[in-house]
């Protein structure tokens, strides 16, 4: 069974561009939760999305957003990037959503911004 | 909103030592309870998970956690460690009572097993 797969896995780019990072579940999940992992700030929470729907935001700005297809795929986008943007973006996926079953994470895309 | 705090960023010990990692946790509410470990450049891993029932977890690689709920804590440990266990380790909690999927993290704990 194919795991929770992110592309791209190293991203570089400048101040000012915008980017989007994919993420593919794991077969039969349709919860996608996304998470930024900083060492100033640690592992915090961006956004869930189950059947296409956002469930639930953390607290950051508009410039990130995200979406879910139909085949539960999940893309999120940050638009006009900081330098403080520059990350490891996790992306989780489960059956139902991580409150009581197991989340699955992906590598992590690392995104630089120069 | 949940809060979780591990109380040690990092954690050295020699290898076939026993380990320790703390986890306390502050909520009102019941919660679910988990442990992750992380490699470097790698993602998040399910070490083990309570849900309910017995307080004693055991997990994969040899470790376990017991969740003490009077003193909102979830502590990590393994008997005997490797070289291998080199890494960080991650508690995260989930509201029970919420159909939202989000996990609070703790800051991580690195554990570093020298020879």
């Known amino acids: 069974k194919a795991g929770v797969t992110q592309t791209p896995r190293y991203l570089i780019k400048t101040r000012g561009q915008q980017v989007t990072l994919s993420c593919s579940p794991i077969?039969?999940?349709?919860?996608v939760s996304w998470y930024q992992q900083t060492p100033g700030q640690g592992l915090q929470f961006l956004f869930e999305?189950?059947?296409?729907?956002?469930?639930n935001k953390g607290n950051f700005p508009g410039r990130f957003s995200g979406r879910q297809f139909s085949n539960s795929r999940s893309e999120m986008n940050v638009s006009t990037l900081e330098l403080g943007d520059s990350a490891l973006y996790l992306c989780?996926?489960?059956?139902?959503?991580?409150?009581?079953?197991?989340?699955?994470f992906g590598q992590g895309t690392r995104l630089t911004v120069v | 909103a949940q809060s979780v705090t591990q109380l040690d960023s990092q954690v050295p010990v020699f290898e076939e030592a026993p380990v320790e990692l703390r986890c306390n946790y502050s909520?009102?509410?019941?919660?679910?309870l988990f442990w992750y470990v992380q490699y470097p450049n790698q993602g998040l891993q399910l070490l083990l998970k309570?849900?309910?029932?017995?307080?004693l977890v055991k997990g994969i690689n040899g470790f376990e956690a017991e969740f003490n709920k009077s003193q909102t804590s979830f502590h990590l440990r393994k008997p005997s460690v490797h070289i291998s266990d080199t890494a960080e380790y991650f508690c995260?909690?989930?509201?029970?009572?919420?159909?939202?999927?989000?996990?609070?993290f703790g800051r991580g704990t690195q554990l570093t097993v020298w020879p």
């Open positions: 989780a996926s489960s059956l139902e959503g991580s409150r009581n079953t197991e989340a699955f």
């Open positions: 077969s039969g999940h349709r919860s």
């Open positions: 999305y189950f059947s296409e729907t956002q469930r």
């Open positions: 909520s009102s509410v019941s919660v679910y």
């Open positions: 309570y849900l309910s029932g017995s307080t």
């Open positions: 995260a909690v989930s509201d029970r009572g919420s159909t939202l999927g989000r996990l609070y």
